[in-house]
């Protein structure tokens, strides 16, 4: 999966990219509030984000849902012949419920991250998968302890090291949607329209949607709402997937010591998989070049106390498929 390198046009584009990755206007114009703050037309502001969206600096207007709230998601890995890799990957990139899917650097190659509306509909995919695939079987490494999960960039403050801005951890159990709650959630995960009035397009009134997203937000269900930037795009072009094999009673202090760093993009705890996996820390850190991640990376280990546990570093090879989690069917028209 290629994509060409987009640069930022103006300041603008800048403000626009860097200013609303998260708290977008829960109003009836949102893109006139983001105007008013802006000091430009609302019309402009419409224009530059169709256009950011069109040339690949955003994927969408949308939130980003915690995992396993509204349905159930996780990490899982092949060991494939190197000589199968683009087939077996090709294979499981066409399943609507895998979002991101990359080579890394490991004898288990190709990591892939799926979401379904259900754990047993997660469980079919990992088990058709391993059986077509013939490549032993799925490495599952489902979340157990969540410290940081946003991948929203700071890129103002990128170059001081820390281009990663916290997130708030809230304990969320899952919850059962109703049939308008779940057309509600197939729009935001696909993107709002970049239109006057966007939230009239989720079947029910603009104010009871308000409501409902602001609730969502409350409660957990939503880490955030606002512009997703495709940070390859833009120029984060390495990452590597850091874990390490940390004492069970000291696992939690190590992942919040990473999250408060502001250095790792994404930080969590999964279970191991022993014998052939004994990690149970996990961190993605991203930046311009290999060089710049491995030095990231080493200054975070430093800085949050790391270097004396067993880690190992999976630089990404390749990117195979990149999107949102998808946990319902988007409905059948979309405007602008």
Same mark, same amino acid.
């Given at each position: 999966?290629n ?6 046009q ?9 200013g609303f ?7 009836p ?5 983001m105007a008013?703050?802006?000091?430009v037309d609302?019309?402009l502001? %419409?224009e530059?984000? =169709? ?6 600096? %955003? ?8 995992p396993n709230?509204i ?12 000589e199968?890799l683009e087939?077996v990957a ?11 899917n990359y080579?890394?650097e ?9 979401a379904?509306?259900?754990v ?5 995919v ?6 077509v695939c013939e ?8 979340m ?5 999960i946003?991948?929203?960039?700071d ?5 001081a090291?820390?281009?990663?801005r916290?997130s708030?951890?809230v ?7 109703d ?8 729009v935001?995960q ?8 966007p939230? $009239?397009?989720?079947?029910l $009134? ?8 602001g609730?969502w ?7 955030r709402?606002g512009? %997703?930037?495709?940070?390859?795009e833009?120029g984060y072009t ?10 069970d009673?000291e696992v939690?202090?190590?992942?919040r =010591?990473i999250?408060e ?11 191991r998989?022993?014998?052939?996996w004994p ?5 993605m850190i991203h930046g311009?070049?290999r ?11 430093a ?7 067993? =880690?190992h ?5 390749r990117?195979?498929?990149?999107r949102?989690a998808?946990?319902a069917?988007?409905?059948e028209?979309?405007?602008?």
């Open positions: 999966m994509a060409a390198r987009v640069s930022i103006s300041p603008l584009d800048l403000e626009l990219l860097n990755q998260r708290d977008f206007p829960l109003q114009r949102p893109f006139a509030a008013d703050k802006l000091g609302e019309s502001v %419409i530059r984000l =169709r256009t950011l969206r069109d040339n690949g600096a %955003i994927s969408r207007i949308g939130a980003v849902f915690r709230v349905g159930a998601s996780a990490l899982a890995a092949l060991a494939v012949a190197p199968r087939c090709s294979f499981v990139s066409a399943f609507a419920e895998v979002n991101h080579e890394r490991h004898r288990y190659n190709l990591w892939f991250v799926a379904a509306p259900s047993e509909r997660l469980n079919a990992f088990a058709e998968i391993e059986e490549s032993g079987p799925v490495l599952v490494l489902p157990v302890e969540e410290y940081h946003d991948l929203g960039f890129f103002a403050a990128y170059d090291g820390k281009g990663v916290p708030r951890v304990r969320c159990p899952p919850v059962t949607l049939e308008t709650e779940q057309r509600v959630v197939a935001l696909e993107g709002l329209p970049i239109v006057e009035r939230f $009239s397009c989720l079947g $009134s603009e104010k009871d949607a308000i409501d409902l997203i609730r937000l409350d409660d957990g269900l939503l880490k709402m512009v %997703i930037v495709r940070h390859h833009l390495a990452n590597a997937m850091t874990v390490w094999n940390v004492p009673h939690s202090e190590a992942g =010591r999250a760093s502001g250095r790792a993009t994404l930080c969590y705890r999964r279970d998989r022993l014998p052939d990690y149970n820390l996990f961190c311009k070049d060089e710049d991640v491995q030095a990231r990376i080493d200054a975070l280990s800085e949050c106390g790391l270097d004396a546990w067993p =880690r570093v999976l630089f990404s090879c990117r195979f498929k990149q949102g998808h946990y069917s988007m409905p028209t979309r405007h602008g």
